[in-house]
């Protein structure tokens, strides 16, 4: 699920539920960059050709629609689906999200 669909089933669930407890979308990211950009409004030399998808993030984290939480590599599950990853890691991964194991 991209952020923009994030950003949209974060909206459906708002009006289904009222609930202020959903009223921010987390966005965890293990590169610390990434998370610096948006949290700082002055557009920098190097961030000039930077994708719109990502000035978009910026523009949320910017109304409080979406909060970016670093986390370590070792715990960003999202690898699983985005890396070439070897067995150990890939099986690690399938089990912090209590996945099947296909050999089992």
Same mark, same amino acid.
Not at 45 to 56: C, N, W
């Given at each position: 699920? %991209? /952020? $923009?669909?994030? =950003?949209?089933?974060q /909206?459906? =669930?708002?009006?289904?539920? $009222? %609930?202020?407890?959903?009223?921010?979308?987390?966005?965890?990211? @293990?590169?610390?960059? *990434?998370?610096? =950009? !948006?949290?700082?409004?002055?557009?920098?030399?190097?961030?000039?050709? =930077?994708?719109?998808?990502?000035?978009?993030?910026? $523009?949320? *984290?910017?109304?409080? @629609? *979406?909060?970016?939480?670093?986390? !370590? #590599?070792?715990?960003?599950?999202a %690898?699983?689906? #985005?890396?070439?990853? @070897?067995?150990?890691?890939?099986?690690?991964?399938?089990?912090?999200?209590?996945m099947?194991? !296909? %050999?089992?």
């Amino acid at each position: 699920m %991209d /952020d $923009d669909q994030s =950003i949209k089933l974060q /909206d459906h =669930i708002m009006n289904l539920y $009222d %609930d202020e407890m959903l009223s921010k979308i987390p966005i965890y990211c @293990d590169n610390t960059s *990434v998370i610096a =950009i !948006p949290n700082n409004p002055v557009l920098h030399s190097k961030t000039k050709h =930077i994708e719109i998808r990502y000035h978009f993030i910026r $523009d949320h *984290v910017m109304n409080g @629609d *979406v909060e970016l939480h670093f986390i !370590p #590599t070792e715990y960003q599950l999202a %690898d699983l689906f #985005t890396k070439l990853l @070897d067995e150990k890691r890939f099986n690690q991964l399938i089990s912090e999200l209590g996945m099947l194991n !296909p %050999d089992a």
